[in-house]
C-alpha cells in the first residue's frame, strides 16, 4: 500500500513554505523595527546611517522575497481586528531629528512611467515602513500566520518597497558622500599615516 502521509500532500507542503517564509519575515521585521526605534532614540548618532543603511538592506531582502512568491491569499474574506495601529508619531519626531539637515530629498513618481520628480523624507518612510511591518507583526503574533504574509506582501508591493528601495538609495548616498567627499589634504595625511607608522 502506497505511503499517503501529510508529507506528500502538495497542500500541506505549500502551507510550510508560507510559514518559514513569515517566520523569517518576521525576524527580518523585528530587527529592523528594533533598528529603526534604536536610531530615533538618538542614543547612537554617529552610527545611525550605517545601521540603517544594513537594517533597510536587509528587510529589503525580506520584501524581495515576498515580491518573488505567487499572490498569498488570505483564509477570510475581511481582515481580522488587530487591534489599534501603535503612535508612530514619536518615531517618525525622533527620526526627523538624527536626520536634520539630511531628511528631505528628491525622487522619481515612478522610474518605469514616469519622469515626474516628487519629494520624500527618510524620516516619514521609516517610519511608514514601521507602520506597514508593524501591521503585518500584529497578525503574525496573534497567530493569523496567512493574514500577516498577506499584509506584508500587498504592502511591499504597494508601498513599503518602494519606500525603503528610496531610503536604500537616499542611505547609500549619504554614505558615499561622508566616505569619498573627503578633503584632499586630509586623506592625504590619512594614507601618510597608514603608510608609514
Known amino acids: ?3 499517503t502521509s501529510l508529507a506528500d500532500d502538495p497542500t500541506v507542503t505549500i502551507m510550510q513554505d508560507l510559514r518559514a517564509v513569515a517566520d523569517t519575515t518576521s525576524v527580518e521585521a523585528r530587527h529592523f523595527l528594533e533598528a529603526v526605534t534604536e536610531v530615533a532614540s538618538g542614543a547612537s548618532p554617529d552610527t545611525a546611517i550605517p545601521v540603517l543603511l544594513l537594517g533597510v538592506s536587509q528587510v529589503l531582502v525580506a520584501g524581495a522575497r515576498l515580491g518573488a512568491i505567487e499572490d498569498v491569499v488570505p483564509t477570510e474574506r475581511f481582515e481580522p481586528d488587530a487591534g489599534a495601529d501603535p503612535d508612530i ?3 517618525r519626531d525622533g527620526l526627523a531629528m538624527v536626520f536634520e539637515g539630511l531628511d528631505d530629498y528628491v525622487d522619481l513618481v515612478d522610474p518605469v512611467t514616469s519622469q515626474e520628480l516628487t519629494q520624500g523624507s527618510l524620516s516619514n518612510d521609516l517610519a511608514d515602513i514601521c507602520t506597514d511591518l ?3 507583526q500584529r497578525h503574525y503574533e496573534s497567530g493569523q500566520v496567512v493574514e500577516a504574509l498577506w499584509w506584508w506582501q500587498f504592502s511591499y508591493l504597494s508601498s513599503w518597497g518602494e519606500r525603503a528601495a ?4 537616499v542611505l547609500q548616498a549619504i554614505v558615499a558622500h561622508i566616505r569619498l567627499d573627503a578633503d584632499e589634504d586630509i586623506v592625504a595625511e590619512a594614507e601618510f599615516d597608514a603608510l608609514h607608522p
Open 89 to 91: 508619531d514619536p518615531l
Open 1 to 3: 500500500m502506497p505511503d
Open 134 to 136: 508593524l501591521h503585518g
Open 166 to 169: 528610496a531610503c536604500l538609495r
